[in-house]
């Protein structure tokens, strides 16, 4: 097994030259260099902006984005994400359609 590689959900460091598994999850996270991402911003009205992120290379219309709206109309604003979640799972061009939570 290469030092720094993961396989099966596990992640292999070098420790005194010995490989060692590290559990990958939420406590402990993998870093990934997935290349760079786009941004895109629309402010359909003076109160609600929507935010789009995905990596570099995909069209908007490809379900690979995140999506967050802003709305302004209320005291605190409110950040809430497509589908309420922040998976990269989303069609940009669909963002005024779609659930936010």
Do not use: C
Request: charge should be negative; proline fraction near 5%.
């Amino acid at each position: 097994m290469a030092v720094g590689s993961t396989r099966n959900g596990l992640h292999y460091e070098g420790t005194g030259g010995t490989p060692q598994k590290i559990p990958v999850g939420l406590d402990n996270p993998l870093p990934v260099n997935q290349g760079s991402y786009i941004l895109k911003v629309e402010e359909p009205t003076t109160t609600i902006t929507y935010l789009g992120k995905a990596i570099a290379g995909n069209t908007t219309s490809a379900a690979v984005w995140q999506v967050k709206r802003i709305d302004t109309s209320v005291l605190a604003a409110d950040i809430l994400f497509a589908d309420g979640n922040v998976a990269f799972d989303n069609i940009w061009d669909n963002r005024a359609a779609l659930s936010y939570s």
